[in-house]
C-alpha cells in the first residue's frame, strides 16, 4: 500500500477545500494510504473524512510562547496523525535548521504524530557529487539524539530542490540510487524499515513511470494535488 500525501502549501481557500473533501469522500483506492496537508487554519475542515490529516509544519516548543506557531499537542487535539518536516522550502525561505527540524520530529513523536522528513540536494549539489554529504548532514541532523525505533516511525521523502515545481523530475535510475544512499547512510536496523517517499513535480504525465520504482513507499506532491478532479486522476494511476 502506498503512502501518498498532499502538500496544499499556501493554497486554496474554504470555498474550494469544501467541494475539495466533498469528492475525496466519493474515491476509493485500496491501494493507497491518503493524507491531505491543507494550509493550518484549514485542518478542521477536513475532520472526519476518508483520509488521513496532515500538517505542513509545527511549532518546535511543547507550548507557551511562540506566537504564530502551532503546537504538536494542539494538532493531535484536531486529529493530524502526520506532519511534514524540513520542507525545503521552510530551509531556505525561513532558514529552517536541522537543530529546529530535530525539535519539531521530537515534539510530533511525543504526540504519536508521524513526521514527514524532506530531504533533498540542489541542481548544484548534485551537479558537484555532494549530494551523499547533503543527505548525510540533513538526515543525522534530523535524527540526532533519536534511538533506532524513534527513527523507524518517520517517513522519509527525498525532495531533490531542482525538481520542486519545475516539471523536471529525476529518472527512475537516479531516485532509486538516491535511495539506496540514503539508506547505505543510516544504520542497518534502521535502513530497512524506514519508508522513503519521493516528491518534486509529481504529476499525471510522469506516474506511470515513476510507479516502476521498486523501493519506494509513496509520493509527497504538491501542485498535482491542488485541483481535485485531475488529483483523483492522478490517484487512480498509484497502485494499480
Ligand atoms: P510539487 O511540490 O509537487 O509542486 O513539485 C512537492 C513538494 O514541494 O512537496
Not at 490529516?53 to 493530524?80: I, W, Y
Not at 529518472?171 to 517517499?197: G, Y
Request: proline letters at 2%; charged letters at 20%.
Amino acid at each position: 500500500m502506498k503512502l501518498v500525501v498532499a502538500n496544499h502549501k499556501m493554497n486554496l481557500t474554504k470555498e474550494t477545500l469544501v467541494n475539495y473533501k466533498e469528492t475525496l469522500l466519493t474515491f476509493t483506492n485500496p491501494e493507497i494510504n491518503l493524507v491531505v496537508c491543507p494550509s493550518l487554519p484549514y485542518l478542521d475542515l477536513f475532520q472526519n473524512a476518508n483520509f488521513a490529516l496532515g500538517s505542513q509544519n509545527v511549532g518546535m516548543l511543547e507550548k507557551g510562547s511562540l506566537t504564530g506557531e502551532v503546537s504538536a499537542t494542539q494538532l493531535k487535539d484536531l486529529g493530524v496523525s502526520y506532519c511534514i518536516v524540513g520542507h525545503s522550502e521552510r530551509r531556505t525561505k525561513l532558514n529552517e535548521t536541522d537543530a529546529m527540524i530535530n525539535q519539531k520530529i521530537k515534539e510530533l513523536l511525543k504526540q504519536d504524530i508521524t513526521p514527514i522528513l524532506c530531504i533533498g540536494e540542489t541542481q548544484d549539489e548534485r551537479s558537484s557529487g555532494e549530494i551523499t554529504t547533503v543527505l548525510e548532514k540533513e538526515l543525522l541532523g534530523a535524527f540526532k539524539d533519536l534511538t533506532s525505533d524513534e527513527i523507524s516511525r518517520v517517513v522519509l521523502a527525498y525532495e531533490p530542490i531542482w525538481a520542486i515545481g519545475t516539471g523536471i523530475t529525476p529518472t527512475n535510475q537516479e531516485i532509486e540510487e538516491t535511495i539506496s544512499q540514503i539508506r547505505n547512510i543510516l544504520n542497518k536496523q534502521v535502513s530497512l524499515s524506514l519508508r522513503i517517499l519521493y516528491g518534486g513535480s509529481v504529476n499525471l504525465q510522469n506516474i506511470t513511470t515513476l510507479e516502476q520504482i521498486k523501493d519506494l513507499a509513496g509520493y509527497l506532491v504538491g501542485g498535482s494535488s491542488l485541483e481535485i478532479n485531475s488529483w483523483i486522476q492522478l490517484l487512480e494511476q498509484i497502485g494499480r
